[in-house]
């Protein structure tokens, strides 16, 4: 059985940084995508970044040079430390893993579609 759990959200002011973790379970493919989603009250989800199973790495616009995503295999984990947070980053934060998934272009997002298992989200305010 799959887990995902995420640790680390927080308060913090608007150019503060914070650093989310996944903590993931039984998730043992080795062609994968891993990535972090969130969800503004009101709004809908949208993709924030994504790690695939060569390293590849993409991100989206509104988060590119301020987030990173990474990973610890030795503990699986996965990673998105976020930089000059600004209060439109609030929201809550989900990670996810889909197996069998490949990011095949440096400028987009996996779909969610591509993503069978989530974790339950923590959450992240930034106030300016």
């Known amino acids: 059985q799959v887990q995902l759990v995420e640790s680390g959200g927080s308060s913090v002011q608007a150019g503060g940084s914070l650093t989310l973790s996944c903590a993931t379970t039984?998730?043992?493919?080795?062609?994968?995508?891993l990535g972090w989603f969130r969800q503004a009250p009101g709004k809908e989800r949208e993709g924030v970044a994504a790690?695939?199973?060569?390293?590849?790495?993409t991100y989206a616009n509104a988060v590119k040079g301020r987030f990173t995503i990474s990973q610890d295999n030795a503990k699986n984990t996965i990673y998105l430390r976020m930089n000059s947070l600004q209060p439109e980053d609030t929201a809550m934060y989900y990670c996810?893993?889909?197996?069998?998934?490949?990011?095949?272009?440096?400028?987009?997002?996996?779909?969610?579609?591509?993503?069978?298992?989530w974790g339950q989200g923590t959450q992240v305010t930034v106030s300016s």
């Open positions: 996810a893993a889909g197996a069998w998934c490949h990011i095949l272009r440096l400028d987009m997002l996996p779909p969610d579609y591509q993503y069978k298992h």
């Open positions: 039984g998730f043992t493919y080795s062609t994968y995508c």
């Open positions: 790690l695939d199973s060569e390293g590849k790495t």
